[in-house]
């Protein structure tokens, strides 16, 4: 059962990490909303999917804030207890370190498997939805390629630029627009209809103008020429992404990355174990971090908090990298950034560490008690 010691370190860590997830959360979720807004107004993306996009991309990057703020929320809390001379007191009592661990383990559990749950199962199926929302918006006829009615889209290095004044749901075009520089003779099209079709695998798109008239040449030269016609073919450029996506592995089933040999998806899936097991990694140095007495001087414990943090999420990517290219051997995996900082960081507060200070004092003591 939960003791009072127990119940108040953790009642402590669990405020300080609510209040910190929520700012997290919010501020994920205010970036996410300018960049939905943002493509949203250069017709990358239809306003029927703001709100869903926005959603699924908080569900696919909520585990990875999970560590972060627990390791913070873990400083703060006992920092503050630290200012108020309450460590000191526990101390005084006998509750030492272990007792402490202890606590943040009734917190780290279960939010451990939540992360857990958030990475392996929420993340691809998100992943999976923001990719088949990307499709859908290709897909739609008022978002042909990234366009929307009453703008200009230009493509080939803006040697083409094409306009549209309408869209209606039968993917027809009204007062279309069309500037080609393509070649040694621009060529200037306009025409009233038109409309846009696509191949079945939907990787060849193409804007088709009818009855309308062209101008090709240079206005005021003598080769310029000004002709009608009852059909004119533009291809457009295919989504870049449309294919990667279908099998991008953030979007795979964490099972079937399981059953996988491929490097890359084996770096995957450790890169979405890595998430929980990072919450006990930094429970495990976030004590040792914390200055116990006010009279302390925490500066340069502070620096090594700053410094154990950056460090912790930039080996991971680089041990990532390693893995999924070949440089590490397979048997030792992406994770071992995690017990490597671990033991760094113990080993430069051994000095200075509870159990080096009790054994100290208990040498000090046996000595005087010699004959």
Known sequence: MLTVIDRYVLLEVAKVFTA????????????????????????????DFALGYLNYQLQRDSGYLMPPAFFLAALVALGRMARDSELIALQACGIGPVRMYRALLYLALP?????????????????????????????????????QPGRFYQQADGDITFYAARFDDGKRLDGVFLYDRRGSRTRLVVSDKGRYQETNEGNERYIVLERGRRYDGAPGLADFRIGEFDRYQLQLEAPASAAFARNKRSA???????????????????????SPLAIFSLALIAIPLTATSPRQRGTGRLMLVFVTYFAFYNMQR??????????????????????FLIVLVFAILAPRSFWIERGQALRRVLTKLRP
Do not use: C
Request: aromatic share 8%; charged share 20%; net charge negative.
């Open 111 to 147: 939010l451990a498997l939540f992360t857990a749950w958030l990475a392996l199962v929420v993340q691809p199926d998100a992943s999976a939805k923001i990719q088949e929302m990307r499709k859908q918006q290709g897909d739609q006829a008022t978002q042909i390629a990234g366009l």
């Open 252 to 274: 795979r089933k964490s099972v079937d990355l399981l059953e996988s040999d491929d490097p890359g998806d084996r770096a995957e899936l450790l890169h979405r174990i890595a």
């Open 318 to 339: 680089l041990a990532e990298n390693w893995f999924e290219l070949g440089v590490t051997p397979s048997w030792v995996g992406s994770l071992w950034y995690q017990p």
């Open 20 to 47: 910190i997830i929520l700012t997290l959360l919010l501020i994920t979720a205010s970036m996410f909303f300018l960049r939905s807004l943002e493509e949203v107004n250069i017709g990358a993306l239809g306003i």
